[in-house]
């Protein structure tokens, strides 16, 4: 078990330099939480081998764990502190909340699929994270009865903002989230100024799509 552990050290060492640091991202903070969190531990064994490359890996279910850099990239843009109240929308494997986590004061995160969930939360235990709050629904609807936040992110990608995030979004508040379509998505960062969104585009990305309620089957 501790050489497993030693050689997963050895290989997140690698990922955060190779694939975070060397691409601009300095934060000590965020950093940190990428040293410190098992990228393994959030995939399924049998998509386990594939957790260090540089690229989404499936989590099952259609799904999947976004890229390290795009992990990183989202935290940053997010600009957490230590009091920050967060609410995610698509805890997918979870490992994005678990950065946060180590970055923010609470975090609220929203998971469609139930199997999902239910997975991210036996990790959320092993990890000892007291500070994640799981719940299962449509995050299109926000989370009104723990609002307002401090931060939202969205991890799967939305041809709109919902107001609800907007109602849920502090004045002052920041929103990432990829905004678009299919192959036709922007990472977006969005200010909440006398409660309209004021947004900035940070390039090109690639999400699975939101599913709200009236999609589902
Ligand atoms: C790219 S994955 C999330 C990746 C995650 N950040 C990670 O680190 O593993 C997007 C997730 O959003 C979820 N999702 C899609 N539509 C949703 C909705 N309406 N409400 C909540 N979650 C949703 C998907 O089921 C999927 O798990």
Redesign the pocket.
Known sequence: MNSWREYDISLRRQMVEEQIIRRGIRDEKVIDAFLTVPRPL?IPPEYRRWAYQDS?VS?G?G????QPYI?ALMTILLDLRETDRVL??????????A?CAKCAEEIFT????QT?SDR?QDVFQKMGLPNVYCFV????KGLPAYAPYDRIIV??CSDTIYQAWIDDLKEGGVIVLPLGREMMQSLIRGVKKRGRIVTENHGGCV???????RFSP
Request: hydrophobic fraction near 40%.
């Open positions: 959030f989404p989590i279910e799904q999947t764990i976004s992990v995610e929308i698509g805890t997918g494997s979870g490992y994005q909340t950065i929203i998971e469609r699929i999902l991210a629904g449509d995050g299109s991890t799967a999400f699975v799509p939101l599913i709200p309620d």
